[in-house]
């Protein structure tokens, strides 16, 4: 099945510096990648859309200066999180889907990120 | 009203018991319908996945949407300790350009 890679999966960083985020999509080819945040023992809110070769579109309330997503690539993903604080602190979860198989959303294995 | 409500639970139920997992939803936009189960600090990982009203069949899990009354579950059979995980329920809307509308998540525990 299809597999989405996410790197890295644990980091820690100081207050008011970035963290980049990637995310590949290792067997197919995604023109959309989505971003997740989830809260401890909460779930997964949708952050933003990635589409290959123009603008992320961001959900409601979430601040696209904040959340930098680059889509390079048909397999590549990147959120960096600028000036990093620690209300930041959350497990960010990218996901993709092969739309040539038909199958449902796949996920990576997500990434912790703790702001000092 | 959310637009997908999930009891968070704690269910604990025997090994071998039957589970049966629930989401209502509120939009009729959403035409697809997964279930993903997610252990601590993991990524989810997808169990089933479908976009029609009925019942799919994969192994000890079954996937039940009724669109008529915007309601979906998700039954695991002969139920495992290795089952214990959250389990979330996934609403999309279009054909692959859509994130998904996440439930809660239902903590789920299978005692030996």
């Known amino acids: 099945g299809a597999v989405v890679s996410q790197h890295p999966s644990r980091v820690i960083c100081k207050s008011g510096t970035s963290v980049k985020i990637e995310c590949r999509s290792l067997d197919f080819q995604a023109t959309t990648m989505f971003w997740y945040r989830q809260f401890p023992k909460k779930s997964l809110m949708l952050m933003a859309t990635s589409n290959e070769g123009s603008k992320a579109t961001y959900e409601q309330g979430v601040e696209k200066d904040k959340f930098l997503i680059n889509h390079a690539s048909l397999t590549l993903s990147t959120l960096t999180v600028t000036s990093a604080h620690p209300e930041d602190s959350s497990f960010y979860i990218c996901s993709a889907r092969d739309l040539g198989t038909g199958d449902g959303y796949t996920f990576g294995s997500g990434t912790r990120l703790t702001v000092v | 009203q959310k637009e997908v409500e999930q009891d968070p639970g704690p269910l604990s139920v025997p090994e071998g018991a039957i589970v049966s997992l629930n989401c209502t939803y509120s939009n009729s936009a959403f035409q697809y319908f997964m279930w993903y189960r997610q252990y601590s600090r993991k990524g989810p990982e997808l169990l089933m996945y479908?976009?029609?009203?009925g019942n799919k069949e994969d192994g000890r899990f079954t996937a039940q949407v009724d669109k008529s009354s915007k309601y979906i579950s998700l039954f695991i059979r002969d139920s495992q300790p290795s089952d214990s995980a959250t389990y979330l329920c996934?609403?999309?809307?279009?054909?692959?350009?859509?994130?998904?509308?996440f439930g809660k998540g239902t903590h789920l525990i299978i005692q030996p």
């Open positions: 479908t976009y029609s009203s």
């Open positions: 996934a609403l999309g809307k279009g054909g692959g350009a859509d994130g998904l509308t």
